[in-house]
């Protein structure tokens, strides 16, 4: 029995996911988790580490700010509405964008070869596998495009420019924009960190990030890895997309680990599978082994294979 099987046994998610993968219809969709997995910070974490060199720089007192993250980790303070107030502190958005970029590259990057994101990156972007035809990202690093061996496979497209000129047989599209570590960011690329900035997504249909995620969830088998699943935009688009595709039966698939609550695991699945998502259940020791299962040579696919 493989990797794969010992994870999925017993379910027919085994051979669809495979079979999506070998033949170029699996778009991976990768989120704050994979990243997390090496060592950077998840959203609410980056935003409390924002909190404190903004406000710091602000002459706030340490009483106070440490009564800020307070809020923040307790959700009693959103992180829309705290990057808002942290924007208007700083005066330019140039500047909040600078911290955010510090803060995201500040701690060393662990990527032991049993970890989820190098998992991910083995099995999508790798030119010793089948990879992906291209993926979406939601992350502003450039971890991804770092660890990739081969320059030609795989970059990053984050900005109407980019979308027109790439050339790269990979794609992966940061549709919440990018923040590299060694240079500075395009001027037209708009990185969806402010409410300003995600709101002007939210009503633009044609907007390139939209059209590119509605394209994923309209024309190919997606997999959703490391995602949360609460920006209300990507729930609008996998909403819209299932209602207008008019397919009954689920076609995408989330890799999750269950959390301590039975109840809240089940209105997850249930909350998933109305956007047309199969959950996989995964522990989360199992999820780079799942990842990596995934790994599909050059080859033909025979069923049960």
Not at 112 to 132: D, K, L, M
Not at 200 to 207: E, G, I, L, N, R
Not at 279 to 290: F, G, H, P, Y
Request: hydrophobic share 40%; net charge positive; glycine share 6%.
């Amino acid at each position: 029995m493989n990797a794969f099987q010992r994870c999925f046994s017993g379910t027919p998610l085994l051979f669809d996911i495979r079979k999506a993968h070998r033949s170029g219809k699996l778009i991976p969709v990768i989120g704050a988790g994979v990243s997390a997995s090496v060592g950077f910070p998840k959203w609410k974490e980056l935003v409390k580490q924002v909190a404190q060199t903004v406000l710091d720089s602000a002459h706030w007192s340490q009483h106070d700010i440490d009564g800020m993250c307070e809020l923040i980790e307790q959700d009693r303070v959103s992180n829309t509405r705290t990057i808002r107030f942290l924007e208007k502190t700083c005066g330019f958005e140039s500047k909040l964008l600078e911290v955010v970029k510090k803060k995201l590259y500040s701690n060393p990057i662990r990527a032991p070869q049993e970890s989820f994101f190098t998992s991910v990156c083995q099995t999508f972007f790798s030119p010793r596998f089948r990879h992906a035809p291209w993926a979406i990202s939601y992350n502003f690093d450039d971890l991804i495009e770092s660890e990739t061996t081969s320059r030609k496979l795989v970059g990053a497209v984050f900005s109407p420019s980019t979308l027109a000129t790439h050339g790269y047989q990979v794609p992966i599209y940061h549709v919440h924009g990018y923040l590299p570590r060694t240079s500075d960011p395009l001027s037209d690329n708009q990185v969806v960190l402010s409410e300003r900035r995600f709101h002007a997504h939210y009503f633009s249909p044609y907007y390139w990030a939209n059209v590119i995620q509605l394209d994923a969830f309209l024309r190919y088998n997606c997999l959703f890895l490391g995602i949360s699943f609460d920006d209300p935009n990507l729930r609008r688009l996998l909403d819209h997309a299932r209602s207008f595709s008019g397919v009954k039966e689920p076609r995408h698939f989330a890799f999750m680990s269950r959390g301590e609550s039975r109840i809240a695991n089940r209105v997850l699945e249930d909350d998933l599978e109305s956007f047309g998502i199969q959950v996989v259940w995964i522990a989360r020791e199992d999820m780079s082994k799942a990842v990596r299962a995934l790994q599909s040579p050059k080859t033909g696919l025979r069923r049960g294979a």
